[in-house]
C-alpha cells in the first residue's frame, strides 16, 4: 500500500470518492502470482516478451536490454477494477451526474479515482454500494453471454464457477435459459445450485461431457461459456465435445488455446473471445475522450452493460449478497490479499473505505537539507517511460537537486519520485512552478502540452528543458517565440541528444578543416506504431515526423555546422494505414551541404535502428547506432567505439544543468531550435503538397 497523490479532475473525468471495492479473486490473483514469479518462470508466461528482448540484444546491446527489462518489472501495477463510491467532483463537459451522486466505475482500489464518463454508472438508489461494486466483473459476465446470444429454454453449460462463472449462472437465469455449472470446488457449486443450476463437481472424477451428454438427451449443450482459468487447453476440447451440432463457445477466462480442428469441423462449432465488458473496451477515444457510440448502431456498450447490470440487481434478477466471502476495511488490505492467496472459500471480497481520506495533490517523499548556494534545483513534469528509462537516471548524475516529480498518474509520479529521492511527488504540476527554490522545470509530457507548459514555465520566471519536440504547430512556436523574447535571461533548451553524443562530437572533429559542402545520409528504421497510438495522431502527437524526425534533422545541421535551407520531402503512396511515418526528407543547408534522413517504419525490429554516412573531402565516416564510427579515408583514424550505446543524454542533461548553475549561453541557441522545429513542419508540408519548402 502506497500513499500516492489525489489524481486531478480533468475534462470529460469523474473524480470519485471510493466507498467499497472488490479484490477480483482471478484476475487480481494471477498477477499476484505472476508478480512473485522468478525470472525464468517469467519468461516461461511470456514467450513473445522473450523474444522482443532477444531482438533488442541486438539492436541496443545487452546491458541497455537488461535495465530496460528490470526497469519494466519494477513498475507498480495499481490493482483492482471493480469500484463503487461517491462523486466529489466533474470536469469540463461532465453534465449528467452531479456531486454526491453514487457510481460505480472500473476505478483501482484507492481512496480516490478519477474516471472517464463512459466508464462509470449511477447506481440505483435500492442497490447498496457492497453489491454495486461487483457491477463490473457482471458485466463482464455479461457480454460473454451476450456473445453467446443464448435464447429461451436453451441449454447453456458453464466452466468454472468463479465470481464471473456464477454470475454468468445467475444473468443465464434471469434471462430464461438452463445451466449446468462445472467445477472443482463444492462450495461454490452449492452457491450455483441455489442460482439453479445443474452442478457436475469434478473434484469427485465427474466427467462434463458425459454429465452434458445426459443432461440434454445426448442431444448436447446449445453453448458453453468458458469462465475459467487454465494453462492446458482441455476445457476447450471439453466444451466443444458438450455442444450440440452448431453450437457456440465463448472464452470469457483464461484457457491454452491449442484447438483441435476435429472438434470444430464435424459440428460446425464457432467460438470467439469476449473481450472485457463490452463494446468501447480499450478505445482511447471511447474510454478518455468520452465518444459515445451511437445507440442505435452499438447498443450494448460496456457502460451500457454496467446500467443493465445494475438494473437487474435493482429489480432482484441479480442478487450478489451471496458471493461476498470477506469484508476488510481498505487499511487491511494485504491482509485481504492474502486471503485471496491462502483460502480457497474467498470469493468476493469486499474493501471498505473509512470517512477520511487526503485530497492533497501532493505526497512528501524525501526530507533533503537546503541546497548549497548555486545549487541547481529542479522539477520534472510527467513520470512516463522516457522520464524514468532516461531523463530521471541522466539528471540524477548531475548532482541537481530534485525537488519535484509531478504527473497525472500519482502511483506513476510516487514511484518515481522514491526511486530517484525526489522531494515530492504531486499530480498537478503548478506547485512546481510557485515553488520559488526551483530554478529549472523539466517538462517530458505529452507532445501536445509542451508548448503551453513552456510558455507557463518561462513566465513563472524558470530555466526550461523540454523533450523534443518543442511544439506541434507553427502556431505555438509564435507563442514559444513570443514567450523567449519576454524572458531573454532564461534559457530554453530542447532534448536533441543527439548531437551531444561522443560519437556526434568525435565526428564534428574529424570533420575539422574540410574544405567543401558535406553529403550526409540518415538510415531511421523506426519501427510500426499503430495508427491509432497517439504519437501518430496530429492533434497530440503531431506526428512521427514532427514528433521524432526532428531528431535527426537536428543532426545533420548539428554536424554541417549550419541552419537548414530548404526541404523536401516525398511519402510512400496509398495503401499504409500511416503514410507520413514512411519518408524520404531531403535537406540543403546554408554551407551548401545536403542530407537525407530516410525515415521508415515499415523495417524488420532486428535490424539496427540508426546508421548514419558522412562523405566529405574523399573521406567517409559511419555511424552505427551511436556505439561505432568507422572511418574510410581518414588518417590515423579507423573505428571509435563506446562500451555501450550513447545517444548522448547524460552529456545533454550535464550542459544544460551547467548553463542553470554557472549562466552563460543555452547549450542550444534559440535561433536553432526554431529553425530545426521548422524544418520537420516544412518536411510533412513538403511531402503533402509534394514542393520544396524554403525556410
Partial sequence: MAEVPCPPVRAGQVLIRTTVSVISPGTEKMLIEFSKANLLQKARQQPDKVKQVLDKIKTDGLVPTLEAVFRKLDEPLPLGYCHAGRVVETGPGVTDVQPDDRVISNGPHAEFACIGRNLLARVPPNVPDEHAAFTVPAAIALQGIRLVAPTLGEKVCVFGMGLIGLLTVQLLRAGGCEVLAVDLNPRRLELARQFGAETVDLSNGADPVSAARGWTAERGVDAAIIAASAKTDDIVHQAAEACRKRGRIVLVGVV???????????????????????????????????????????????????????????????????????????????????TIEQDPAALGVVLRYGDSADRSAIVPISQRPAAASGKAVVGVIGAGNFAKAVLLPSLAAT???????????????????????????????????????????????GHHTHARLVCEALDAGKHVFVEKPLCITEAELEQVESAVRHH????????????????????????????????MSMMV??????????????????????????????????????????????????GPAVRDDKMSILLTFADGSVGTVNYFANGARDYPKELLEVFSDGRVLRLENFRLTR??????????????????????????????????????????IRNITEASFAAVRSARERGIVVL
Wanted: glycine share 10%; charged share 20%.
Fill in 525 to 574: 528504421n523506426a519501427g510500426p506504431i499503430p495508427a491509432e497510438h497517439w504519437t501518430q495522431d496530429p492533434q497530440r502527437g503531431g506526428g512521427r515526423i514532427i514528433g521524432e524526425g526532428c531528431h535527426f534533422i537536428d543532426l545533420l545541421s548539428c554536424i554541417a555546422g549550419a541552419p537548414v535551407a530548404s526541404v523536401s520531402a516525398a511519402m510512400v503512396g496509398q
Fill in 631 to 672: 572511418g574510410y579515408g581518414f588518417k590515423g583514424f579507423k573505428r571509435f567505439k563506446t562500451g555501450r550505446q550513447d545517444k548522448g543524454h547524460a552529456a545533454e542533461l550535464a550542459r544544460f544543468i551547467a548553463a542553470v548553475e554557472q549562466g552563460g549561453e543555452p547549450p542550444i541557441p534559440f535561433a536553432q
Fill in 488 to 519: 531573454p535571461s532564461a534559457i530554453l533548451m530542447v532534448g536533441f541528444n543527439r548531437r551531444f553524443s561522443p560519437h556526434t562530437s568525435k565526428i564534428r572533429d574529424l570533420l575539422t578543416g574540410r574544405t567543401a559542402p558535406l553529403c
Fill in 399 to 445: 548532482g541537481a537537486e530534485l525537488a519535484w516529480i509531478a504527473d497525472l498518474n500519482g502511483p506513476a509520479a510516487r514511484h518515481a519520485a522514491a526511486k530517484f529521492s525526489a522531494e515530492n511527488a504531486a499530480s498537478d504540476y503548478r506547485p512546481i512552478l510557485n515553488d520559488d527554490r526551483v530554478r529549472a522545470v523539466f517538462i517530458a509530457t
Fill in 256 to 338: 491454452g488455446l491449442n484447438l483441435r480442428r476435429s472438434d470444430f469441423y464435424e459440428k460446425e462449432l464457432t467460438f470467439q473471445v469476449s473481450c472485457s465488458y463490452g463494446p468501447g473496451r480499450y478505445d482511447e477515444n471511447y474510454e478518455q475522450r468520452g465518444h459515445d457510440y451511437p445507440l442505435g448502431f452499438v447498443r450494448w456498450t460496456e457502460q451500457r452493460n454496467f446500467e443493465a447490470v445494475l438494473a437487474a440487481m435493482a429489480n432482484g434478477s441479480l442478487d450478489v449478497g451471496p458471493l461476498i466471502s470477506h469484508q476488510f476495511p481498505f487499511e487491511e488490505a494485504l491482509r485481504a490479499y492474502q
